[in-house]
């Protein structure tokens, strides 16, 4: 984890591991001891560089943000699991109390704003949630424990936030659009939802073209502004978190603290956000005027 100055240290902090193709005849500079090596064919490997991580284009995966967001959900799914089965109504535990807490607050936000009936809607936001609040969590690790242990196993950059990657919020929220569509198109029937897209917010056929523009763009927006508004605020804190870790060690624990213990809310907030959009997006695709 090599990281001369402070430009160099911010950029390898936030940097992802990625796996991609780079082509045949690419120049590859070893960033330790500047050697060149051409490669003689197109080669599928992983970026030594966040230069060579930008020229993988498109088709590259950023494998810490794959792994970590598969680690969540898996434990997102075998603590739940756990629960169920030891479940008791004599003297719940700290964890099945916490379980019960958190399912009860996803079910007062679908009962509040969710007007249809739909059974996946509470399972989905529930698994929204706390999928998003553990993602979110990972950011109160020191920035630079996980790196230095990456480091140690070869790997030259790791970032353990998925939510700090816009690939992974964007992969939630193209998934909550598709299912807007999905309902939309079922609930409605592919003819009363170009009605609903032609005829609002004006119902008059002369600004149907107006509408059509209008609403749209409205829907585009809807998973846009979802990614965006949870990539930018875990973003933006894991950005403070770095900068807070070039200083010295005793200004660290200064502002790490005050600093930690108000991301608690933030990253709490944030899973808050988007699973209460979500539902008050579905709610909408159900509706059948």
Known sequence: MAAD???????????????????????????????????????WTFAKTGQEAADMGFMAFHVDTLGWSIAMGVLFLGLFRFVAKKVTTDTPGGLQNAVEMTFEFVQGIVRDVFHGKNPLVAPLA???????LLMNTLKLIPVDYI????????????????????????????GVFLLILYYSFKVKGPGGFAKELSFNPFNHWLLI?????????????????????????????????????????????????????????????????????????????????
């Not at 390898?12 to 490669?39: A, F, I, Q, W």
């Not at 480091?151 to 990657?165: C, Q, R």
């Open 147 to 174: 790196p230095s242990i990456a480091s140690a196993l070869g790997l030259g950059y790791f970032k353990i936030v998925p939510t700090t990657d816009p690939n992974g919020t964007f992969g939630i929220s193209i």
């Open 5 to 43: 100055t402070p430009v160099e240290y911010i950029k390898h902090h936030l940097t992802n591991l990625t796996y991609g193709k780079l082509p045949e005849g690419y120049e590859r500079v070893d960033p330790y001891s500047s050697d060149v090596t051409v490669l003689q064919e197109a080669t």
């Open 126 to 132: 529930l698994t929204i949630f706390v999928w998003i």
């Open 209 to 289: 073209p107006f509408n059509l523009v209008l609403e749209i763009l409205a829907l585009i927006i809807k998973p846009i502004s979802l990614a965006l508004r949870l990539f930018g605020n875990m973003y933006a804190g894991e950005v403070v978190f770095i900068l807070i870790a070039l200083l010295p060690l005793w200004i660290q624990w200064t502002l790490n603290v005050p600093w930690a213990i108000f991301h608690i809310l933030v990253v709490t907030l944030q899973a808050f956000i988007f699973t209460t959009l979500t539902v008050v997006y579905l709610s909408a695709a159900h509706e059948d005027h």
